[in-house]
């Protein structure tokens, strides 16, 4: 399962501004449903239900918010860099500025498959620091899609094995 699959360049943004864990899942459920054609406030409250159970906050500066969303029939995946890095109750306590949002079928049990690929591609150093240095969208996604970002990758899943 590769990345692309769920990300496409239009769905990258950066130097995204929020304030606050809600004020981040309100634009993405905003962005989300006009990409979807669905009610943003079904979206929030997916994501928000899910970060009720537990933050999606991954460490090192990284958040994975996911969630399954009624009335959605493919999945889709956002990827912001934030301005400024908020707190997002992450497990290491550190702030968030990298954010990939999934939203998946409510019937679609591969979000656990992408969610693993994404979490080993942040995983590497090389790839958060050339996420954190891109300065266009385009190269925020290639930094985490690009030739390299894949090849390590696959290098994390064979050790992995």
């Given amino acids: 399962m590769n ?4 990300l496409s360049p239009e769905r ?3 130097d995204v501004a929020a304030a606050s864990k809600l004020q981040l899942l309100h634009a993405l459920s905003k962005s989300a449903a ?3 054609r669905v009610k943003e406030s079904d979206v929030f409250r997916a994501l928000n239900n899910r970060e009720l159970l537990g933050s999606t906050g991954i460490g090192e500066g990284i958040a994975v918010p996911h969630a ?5 029939s493919t999945p889709l995946a956002l990827l912001v860099r934030l301005k400024r890095a908020i707190d997002f109750e992450a497990i290491d306590g550190m702030p968030v500025d990298i954010v990939f949002c999934l939203l998946t ?7 656990l498959a992408v969610l693993a690929t994404v979490a080993r591609a942040l995983h590497s150093v090389d790839v958060r620091k050339s996420i954190r240095a891109a300065l266009t969208a385009e190269e925020l996604y290639l930094s985490l899609v690009g030739t390299k970002a894949q090849e ?3 290098a994390a899943c064979a050790k992995s094995s």
């Fill in 3 to 6: 990345i692309t699959d769920f």
């Fill in 12 to 14: 990258v943004d950066i």
């Fill in 34 to 36: 006009n990409a979807l």
């Fill in 68 to 72: 399954p969303v009624p009335g959605i």
């Fill in 105 to 111: 079928p409510a019937e679609n049990r591969t979000h």
């Fill in 152 to 154: 390590q990758n696959a």
